[in-house]
């Protein structure tokens, strides 16, 4: 018995010895397998680079992996053998005078067989650059688009200047389907551009198979992918349908695709370009950065507002023309009323209008009859009047993306320009229960915001962060209230603030109680109903303070918004958000920057 247990005390050793070389091994051949693949993608990297500038390419050189200035410079400047098609198409189909920049040089691009990717602002007319040269190539563009009414709004747009185009979606009829499926292989190419969604790509082996032939018919010009960022999950708007776009590339690699988007980081892209299938994209970017735009943000005082965005058309902006953004149609409506109230000439613009209203509004502005349109997001297709001199934001945006869209349309003449925000505490709820269906609404009001709420770095490196851009704090140059005016602000400690307003709503919420931000402002500063007042401690901080306090901690996840619906409308309440039991941690401290000119905190406060 006892040689047995020796035994196989003696056959243990020797195998866990045995297992311990076997794991060195291992991991040795691991050590080993990871330099063999990282040597084995430097090599077929530099073997995808010697076969594709191997290849012919259309053009004499062979494709750069990066794309210079130079470059940028011949394909938007230098004449092509299909240029003086592309232009008298621009003017008498599209009606153009002159292209807006970097459409050219996509468009050469384009159409010399590269692919593309193209980072532009929405609405600064990405869809011209393969609606054109669609119009200058044999058979037909494919267009992929992820909303069926984004495609009908493009379909109506090129029918209204008689451009062939069609589509195929899950609710074209058997008749159409047919006709169209027969017309891409039809060498008279009874449409230039076919509009279908993903879907119909990933499920409809008659479009792949007729797709095929077209190709094989030398008909399948391009490809177009717009809303490109929609293939990536880390972009904003992942689209499953969209990652199996790849089968194009794959299946029809001599095809130039170009896709289109306003917002992908280039994190992004890269997905994008993988998921494509997409081997050396060039990719262009519309410069992000206007350097003659100042912008600014004040405080909003709601009784003196439009006499402060009054006293502003009246004095600085004299004679000029600008944009005065709102929050709904009524208060276009009103705006402009308080406007010619104090001798403004001020027309309202918005979605609920007659079309020629609209019309009329906008031709008077443009011909400086009237100085100022008072408008909802709704104005801006379309708005290509260069000398705006001025954006003032009466309520803020509903997320950066639509501020930069919505300021940039202020001096497209590269003359200096202000894009002024008047930012109001209950805007920011009016705005939150608008966008309360939006998956990400919340957030991106968050940033807006922030941007807003910001005291302390330049506003154009905000945005420049946003949008993933590289950005050098020197290249503001003062263009930015913060920059021009820097320093004006002090660091307090809000602990103990912060501890006494969220009280006010845990306390509220023990009795059952919803507080609107205004209550709990109002609660706060001591004007509440008594019953709660014997409850907490009033404040004696400025009514700026507290709200600035209350936006500090909602954007910091001590508050967050508790929405109720009614039939009739949607209400914001503040409740405590996920960090709000850290307040009870003694050692948990929160601090603030704030602006100096709010005067009222004790010195005590000041770090
Ligand atoms: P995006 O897709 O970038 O959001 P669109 O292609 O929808 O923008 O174009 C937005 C608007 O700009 C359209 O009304 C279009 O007619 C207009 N547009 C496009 N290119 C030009 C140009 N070169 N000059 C003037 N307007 C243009
Ligand atoms: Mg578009
Ligand atoms: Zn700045």
Redesign the pocket.
Known sequence: MANDIDDAQAELDSVEAELEMLELQISELLEKQSKLNSRKSKLLKTLEGACSSAQPSGSSKAPKPTFSKQDLQHHEESDFSWSKEVQGELMSV?K?????PL?RAAINLSMSGKDLFLV?????????CFQLPALCSKGFTLVIAPLVSLMEDQLMYLKSIDVAAVTLNASSSKEDSKRILAGMIDKNSPFKLLYVTPEKIAKSKLLMSKLEKAYNMGLLARIAVDEVHCCSQWGHDFRPDYKLLGILKRQFPKVPLVG?T?TATSSVLKDCQKILCVQNPITLTAPFNRPNLYYEVRFKDNENCIDDIAALIKGKYKNQSGIVYVFSQKDAENVAVDLRKRDILAQPYHANMQPSDKTLVHKHWASKRIQVVVATVAFG??I?KADVRFVIHHTISKSIENYYQESGRAGRDDNPADCIVFFGFMDIFRISTMVVMENTGQQKLHNMVAYCQNVDRCRRSLMAIHFDEVWNDDECDQMCDVCRHGNDYVTMDITKHAQDVVSIVEHASSMDEKLTPLKVCEAWMGKGPAKHRKMITATSLSRLEVESIIIHLLLHGYFSEDFSFTPYTTHFYLKLGRKSALLKNSSHSITMKMRRILPSFSTADVI
């Open positions: 599209f153009l005078s002159k292209f807006r459409q532009m602002p929405t609405g600064r007319g990405k869809s011209l289109l306003a297709m379309g290509d």
